[in-house]
Nanobody, 115 residues
Framework: VQLQACGGGLVQPGGSLRVSCAAS????????MGWYRQVPGKQRELVAT???????LYADSVKGRFTISRDNAKNTVYLQMNSLKPEDTGVYYC??????????WGHGTQVTVSS
């Protein structure tokens, strides 16, 4: 499975941004996809995940502000980020979770929230 992320960039506090992740390869082995983020000196943390059936899970810090969605026809997962805060700054990684527990990772995309 290959995961190609795009989007990200610099946005002011309170602004919005969308990142997307297109999956290719043996995507039928995945039972969910999601987004994680990492800042220097800290562990990678969950932001949001979505199952093949469309059930979403969010980190408490982003609930009500971020929305994860998927377009199965395009094998793409989106993360719409609204009301962004400086603490949302980090490198965002796309994740594909295989049925046996193995995780695939895309390259990271930088999101910076700053005035």
């Amino acid at each position: 499975v290959q995961l190609q992320a795009c989007g990200g960039g610099l946005v002011q506090p309170g602004g919005s941004l969308r990142v997307s992740c297109a999956a290719s390869g043996s995507i039928f082995t995945l039972n969910g996809m999601g987004w994680y983020r990492q800042v220097p000196g800290k562990q990678r943390e969950l932001v949001a995940t979505i199952t093949n059936g469309g059930s979403a899970l969010y980190a408490d810090s982003v609930k009500g502000r971020f929305t994860i969605s998927r377009d199965n026809a395009k094998n793409t997962v989106y993360l719409q980020m609204n009301s962004l805060k400086p603490e949302d700054t980090g490198v965002y990684y796309c994740n594909g979770h295989r049925w046996d527990g193995y995780d695939y990772w895309g390259h990271g995309t930088q999101v910076t929230v700053s005035s």
